[in-house]
C-alpha cells in the first residue's frame, strides 16, 4: 500500500468514527427533558461539553473532507500556503494538516 493510500484509508477511517461519534452526540442531547431543576442543571452542563465536542468534531470532518479532496487533486503532502512539502512526521500526528511546520506556527 502506497503511502497516499495509507493516508487516505486513515482519513476515511476517522471520518466515519467522527460520524458515528457525531450521531451519538446529537442523540444525547435529544434525549435530554428532565423536569426536575437539579437534574435539569446537570444536563445543561453535560450538553455545554457535548455541544463543544460536537463543534470539534465538524471542524475535524472538514479539515479532513479537504485533505482528502486534496489527496484526490494530488496536492496532498504540500503546504498550501508555501507550496513545501509536508513533512513525514507531521502528517503522521496530523494527517489532514495542510500546513507545513514552519507556516502552521
Known sequence: MTDIARRRKQLQERLADLGQRLEVIEA??????????EELATERE????????????QQE??????????IDSGDYGY???CG?????????????TPFCRSCAG
Do not use: F, N, Q
Open 28 to 37: 444525547e442531547l435529544d434525549s435530554h427533558d428532565s423536569r426536575d431543576w
Open 46 to 57: 453535560t450538553d455545554e461539553v457535548l455541544e463543544g465536542m460536537g463543534v470539534s468534531g
Open 61 to 70: 470532518i472538514r479539515a479532513i473532507t479537504a485533505a482528502l479532496a486534496r
Open 79 to 81: 503546504c498550501v500556503t
Open 84 to 96: 513545501a512539502e509536508i513533512g513525514d512526521a507531521r502528517l503522521d500526528v496530523v494527517p489532514y
